[in-house]
């Protein structure tokens, strides 16, 4: 807090600023997270919608093609196999996009189509809630997060070629997946048959969302900075550079103790108000200084023409004026009696000064000096006794008291 306090006033608005703007950055940053991160979900949500849905539509599109073709299966065409070659081609996708795109079911023939438990799962309330569309969510896998998507697949007329009656169901079928060992024959028409799975890892996703909000965040950190560094040249101009004008114009004051230059006058803000009271008060100080001045040459002169000497003095006895009557009285210049003590120049005689000293004196005889005058005897600044009459007055000024003594010499 001290170092704060000592900054210059440019630094001290700079760096304020810079703290609200950096709390905005952080702000900011938080709130483009979450933004971007949402918008990266809800693109990965669709992009494994479409994936998903394409795998379903290839199926359905080498099913249709193959029957209207008229080609019929065999051992030789297993690839054909709408299912088969449907997973076949995500495999190709997948690869390129990076994510894993498979089929699954409960009931599979291909182990490599066996559900996980995460799939198993939704595979279950597809069947129970028939009406579920869709199902994602971020689970982990071997540790990683992943996120994951499943779309039903709905067996029609293509699926029972191979999935419906075994009866209907191709030689060779049969022949790799016999009747006693198999669970993939007896489906109905519109029965959940399986679904396609999406798989996208989550560090994809994350390394898209910290590049977008890295991004962003320069964009923003060059709006900031460039914002900071028009508000320090504002701040300079409008604020720094006429409080400097002011500050140096009292300094100048202060230094050379005159009135006369004045700040030239700028708007009527606060700043503006500020320059035209200190030039106000400028005008004002003048005629006051003036007048002091006066009064100060007129009590100067009347003090030096004065036919009697007269000396003031503090509590302590310490000297602070001296007229030209007191230098030819006592002999000493004025140079010279300025900071003395008044007992240098009572003779020793006068032995109620000499024995308790000029403060407690003036606390004990004080009352009665300045009742009448008195005959005191004096010292020269050779050391030679004098007789003096002497008038004594007090005043007090800023709490402190000070006496003036008018001394004439006695004949």
């Known amino acids: 807090m001290a170092l704060f306090r000592n900054l210059g006033l440019l630094s001290k608005i700079t760096l304020v600023i810079m703290v609200i703007l950096l709390a905005f950055f952080a702000l900011t940053s938080y709130v483009r997270y979450r933004q971007q991160r949402a918008f990266i979900m809800e693109e990965a949500v669709e992009k494994a919608r479409i994936v998903a849905f394409e795998a379903i539509r290839a199926r359905e599109y080498i099913s249709d093609e193959l029957q209207r073709g008229g080609v019929e299966l065999s051992k030789e065409r297993y690839g054909m196999i709408p299912v088969v070659a449907s997973n076949r ?10 994510y894993e795109i498979r089929q699954v079911s409960e009931r599979y023939r291909n182990p490599e189509n066996a559900p996980d438990d995460f799939e198993l799962e939704v595979l279950e309330r597809f069947r129970n809630s028939p009406q579920i569309g869709e199902e994602f969510a971020i689970t982990s896998v071997a540790g990683e997060p992943v996120f994951r998507y499943l779309k039903p697949f709905i067996a029609d007329q293509s699926c029972l070629q191979c999935h419906g009656d075994p009866a209907d169901a191709p030689a060779f079928l049969k022949e790799i997946f016999p009747l006693d060992k198999d669970q993939a024959y007896g489906y109905e028409i519109g029965e959940i048959i399986g679904a396609a799975s999406v798989r996208i890892p989550m560090q994809r996703l994350h390394d898209q969302i910290y590049a977008n909000v890295r991004n962003d965040l320069i964009v923003i950190g060059g709006i900031f900075l460039a914002l900071i ?5 504002l701040t300079r ?21 005159r009135f006369e230059e004045k700040i030239p006058r700028r708007g ?37 023409t004065a036919r009697d000497g007269i000396i003031s003095f503090l509590s302590n006895g310490q000297i602070i004026l001296f007229n030209r009557q007191a230098e030819k009285i006592f002999g000493y210049s004025k140079r010279e009696a300025l900071g003395l003590t008044v007992d240098h120049l009572v003779h020793q005689e006068c032995a109620s000064l000499h024995g308790v000293g000029v403060s407690d004196y003036l606390a004990r005889e004080a009352g009665q000096l300045m009742e009448r005058p008195r005959e005191i005897i004096g010292r020269r600044r050779d050391g030679t006794r004098l007789g003096l009459d002497l008038a004594l007055s007090v005043a007090e000024s800023d709490g402190h008291l000070f006496y003036t003594a008018i001394l004439r010499e006695l004949d």
């Open 89 to 98: 081609i995500g495999l190709l996708v997948a690869k390129d996009l990076g």
């Open 229 to 233: 560094t028009c508000l320090g040249v």
């Open 237 to 257: 101009a409008a604020i720094i550079r006429p409080l400097a004008r002011l500050g140096k114009g009292i300094q100048e004051i202060i230094y050379t103790g």
């Open 268 to 304: 009527r803000d606060e700043i503006g108000t500020l320059i035209d009271g200190f030039n106000e008060m400028i005008d004002h100080l003048g005629e006051k200084t003036q007048h002091l001045e006066e009064s100060e040459k007129r009590f100067r002169v009347l003090t030096e």
